[in-house]
């Protein structure tokens, strides 16, 4: 195992045993030309950049790290990198990974330092190199962060890489924030996120002018194929994993049978397939156990329906080491619990999740199909090592008849510092049925694609969407969140007449917009006086 050394301070280094030591750097242009001489001619297998004011690196741990799970590895939260950019709260205030796990944790985080980072390699050759228009290093080097991040590097923040304090790392300037939104976002999101840093007075309206002036009219990179990690650090043991598949459903039963079937065709059989029925007394269907008997099936009836009781009772009597989160109205391939399984032990991950093919519309373009880290748990296709939920907990009752319980599961399971991917590969296929499930609640009556497929539906949000982001955001993000949905109420999908046509009949309706979000948003202030609700599994 290679690392060189590329010190980000003129302090003297100490003796670093595992590579060269290179000249030290200070500038972004300092930086982006060492790089380039680097990559060219290296082969140690990593880069260690580091400010020797932190003292000696702690050099068997950086070795362990890149022998294990991750790509870059850095200390930023733990520098006070926390939260930054800043402007990016305008364009992606919601993003999981806009909501920092704690500092003290080790956690996926994008957000680097150049004072201690530790990169393969190989991210830099497929991603590119930081460009060399910021005015920061750390500016340069967020905005290659979140390029890696986004294109399938694994990144962690690892606070154990600090050997000693030290009072924080250097931030970006504005002109670098800007920067940043325009080349990951685009123009025209730029300029939103400009327009409202100056109306909440985020920053000077002038100096977000002069820094919007210096932005190029192309970025200087194209964006890289995903990135793609040959290593596989382990192979699951197939006959012996205990894998529990939990399905809650609600007068859905020629849904349920489907998804039944093609679990009798997985290649790995599962441990335990767990059905929570919500059906009304009079409307169950009991030859569903005879007709599936050669599954290991348990039917668990429960009188009154909510999605997140009937999960967390389905946890609760769990026997699996793993658990597969799938809907009832999914229909799966048969390779799906294997497929799972071998992401977890590829990865070294405690979460694998796939996507969902909404019936009628096209997959995944293949350039999109790759794996990264998760900002997302859909429980219509994940599965997660069981222990997890002992840090996490389970669903918060919040939601137990609302939309987005997955979102705020996986927020926490996020910010228990749980390794988390995503394989866009991985799919099934979800029917989106006309009853049962949310729809049994009229929690789920206008979704995105109907808002923007028809003039006049609105998709606005729910009470529970608002709470969720009032449970782990900043203020900011929060009153940004519902500013985009507002705005988002304007925007359709077709031809640029229909766009027209969309945005004259959004505008009309923009008074009761507005009403109905402020009336969801006393609502969702009011459930954060009840809740959280979040019951807990016991230890083994």
């Known amino acids: 195992m290679t690392i060189d050394l590329l010190p980000t301070s003129t302090v003297p280094t100490a003796p670093f045993q595992h590579g060269v030591v290179l000249p030290p750097v200070a500038t972004v242009s300092e930086l982006c030309d060492q790089l380039e001489r680097w990559i060219s001619t290296t082969k140690a297998d990593a880069l260690l950049l580091w400010d020797s004011r932190l003292g000696p ?3 068997q741990l950086a070795t362990s790290l890149v022998a294990g799970r991750g790509d870059v590895w850095h200390a930023g939260l733990a520098l006070g990198m926390g939260g930054s950019p800043g402007l990016l709260d305008f364009v992606a205030p919601n993003w999981m990974f806009n909501c920092d796990a704690p500092a003290d944790i080790e956690s996926t985080s994008w957000r680097v330092t150049a004072a201690a980072c530790l990169m393969r390699t190989a991210v830099l050759r497929q991603v590119g190199l930081p460009s060399r228009d910021f005015d920061t290093v750390a500016g340069a080097l ?12 694994m990144m962690r923040h690892v606070p154990s890489l600090l050997p000693a304090k030290m009072s924080g790392s250097e931030l970006p300037t504005l002109g670098d924030e800007v920067r ?5 976002y ?3 999101w730029a300029r939103w996120a400009i327009m409202r840093a100056g109306l909440t007075g985020y920053a000077d309206a002038a100096a977000l002018v002069r820094a919007w002036r210096r932005v190029p009219r192309r970025r200087p990179y194209v964006e890289p194929e995903p990135y793609v990690d040959t290593r596989v650090l382990g192979v699951p043991d197939l006959e012996r994993s205990k894998v529990t598949v939990l399905i809650p459903t609600v007068n859905r039963y020629s849904y349920l049978t489907v998804v039944l079937e093609n679990l009798r065709a997985q290649t790995v059989r599962p441990h ?3 059905v929570i029925d919500q059906t009304a007394k009079e409307k169950r269907d009991s030859s569903i156990g005879q007709t599936f008997k050669d599954l290991p099936l348990r039917l668990m009836y429960q009188d009154e329906p909510g999605q997140c009781v009937s999960r967390n009772a389905g946890l609760a009597v769990s026997t699996g080491e793993f ?3 799938i809907d009832d109205d999914d229909e799966v391939p048969p390779t799906l619990i294997e497929d799972h399984l071998r992401n977890l032990a590829k990865y070294s991950s405690d979460v694998s999740s796939g996507v969902a093919q909404e019936v009628g519309t096209d997959p995944l373009p293949l350039e999109r199909q790759f794996v990264r880290s998760s900002d997302v748990f859909p429980t219509n296709n994940s599965l997660i090592r069981k222990e997890v939920l002992l840090r996490s907990g389970l669903f918060d009752l919040a939601f137990n008849r609302a939309p987005r319980a997955d979102g705020e599961l996986g927020m926490r399971v996020y910010q228990s510092g749980a390794f988390m991917v995503l394989d866009q590969r991985n799919s099934v296929l979800h029917h989106h049925a006309p009853e049962g ?6 929690a789920r009556v206008i979704t995105y694609r109907a808002s923007r497929e028809q003039l006049t539906k609105r998709h606005l949000p729910h009470i529970s969407e608002i709470y969720l982001v009032s449970r782990h955001f900043t203020k900011r993000q929060q009153r940004e969140v519902l500013w985009l949905r507002t705005f988002g109420t304007l925007s359709s999908h077709g031809s640029v007449t229909r766009r027209i046509a969309k945005a004259i009949v959004g505008g009309a309706q923009l008074p009761d917009t507005i009403k109905q979000t402020l009336d969801r948003r006393r609502k969702a202030d009011e459930w954060l006086t009840r809740f959280p609700q979040i019951g807990h599994l016991d230890a083994p």
């Open 57 to 59: 690196p702690d050099q």
């Open 142 to 153: 967020l905005e290659w962060a979140h390029r890696a991040i986004t294109r399938g590097a």
């Open 180 to 184: 940043l939104v325009a080349y990951r």
């Open 186 to 188: 685009g123009r025209f």
């Open 272 to 274: 335990e397939i767990i």
């Open 323 to 325: 658990v597969l989160f």
């Open 437 to 442: 499930g949310l729809r049994t609640h009229k």
